[in-house]
């Protein structure tokens, strides 16, 4: 069965601390993995990875894939209130998107 | 607004009675999903069509889901006979499928049910 796990579920910084979160899957007929960000209602999109070890970047967030050891990250620097919200992973497979159950971040001031 | 649009944004129904969502997609996408989610989970996928073609229904889908796509533009979800355990979030998004390529899936604000 098609599986996207993240980790941690829940973590809680302060303002201005590095945080990485993890998204690790196990599917059949991979095309991409996003990250969405997730505030109040509906996700919004942050990244779409194909490619292996090709970082990509938006301001102080930044992702990359691991497609050999099925997995990425994605890195939020100099953390900000702003940025508290539930982080979705998913897997684009088969045409639909696989979630993960999401990393719930709080920032504190 | 040409985002995903999603209608109501809130329903309250008793057990047992019929309820009807509505999504209307980025005009240009011609994949659409479904998705279901409740507090601390993940999305959870339910159906995507392609204009107007069904493609896949989860196994988890009770027959008293159905979904359709007449005309490949907007889609309707109905829950029949709506039990407790329906009470969620009811998520829709569209995209753009180019073949081998594909564009990332944008979501409408939900429809949150609330079955009492």
């Known amino acids: 069965e098609d599986k996207v796990v993240q980790s941690p579920l829940s973590l809680v910084v302060h303002e201005g601390d590095t945080v990485t979160l993890n998204c690790s899957y196990e599917?059949?007929?991979?095309?991409?993995l996003l990250w969405y960000k997730q505030e109040k209602k509906a996700p919004t999109f942050l990244f779409m990875l194909t490619s292996s070890g090709i970082e990509k970047k938006s301001g102080r967030l930044s992702s990359i894939l691991d497609k050999k050891e099925l997995f990425s990250i994605l890195n939020i620097t100099a953390t900000q209130t702003g940025d508290s919200a539930i982080y979705l992973c998913?897997?684009?497979?088969?045409?639909?998107?696989?979630f993960g159950q999401g990393t719930t971040l709080q920032v504190k001031p | 607004d040409t985002g995903v649009s999603q209608n109501p944004r809130h329903k309250i129904t008793k057990r047992g009675q019929n309820v009807t969502f509505r999504c209307d997609p980025i005009?240009?996408?011609?994949?659409l999903y479904w998705y279901r989610q409740t507090l601390g989970q993940g999305p959870e996928f339910l159906t995507y069509f392609q204009n107007e073609a069904q493609l896949e229904k989860s196994r988890l889908l009770s027959d008293r889901f159905s979904a359709e796509r007449p005309k490949g533009s907007f889609s309707t979800l109905e829950i029949q006979r709506t039990e407790q355990g329906d009470s969620a979030m009811y998520l829709c998004?569209?995209?753009?499928?180019?073949?081998?390529?594909?564009?990332?899936?944008?979501f409408g604000q939900g429809t949150r049910l609330t079955v009492v």
């Open positions: 998913a897997v684009l497979i088969r045409g639909k998107l696989i």
């Open positions: 005009s240009e996408h011609n994949r």
């Open positions: 998004a569209s995209s753009l499928d180019r073949g081998r390529a594909n564009t990332e899936a944008f």
């Open positions: 599917v059949t007929n991979f095309r991409s």
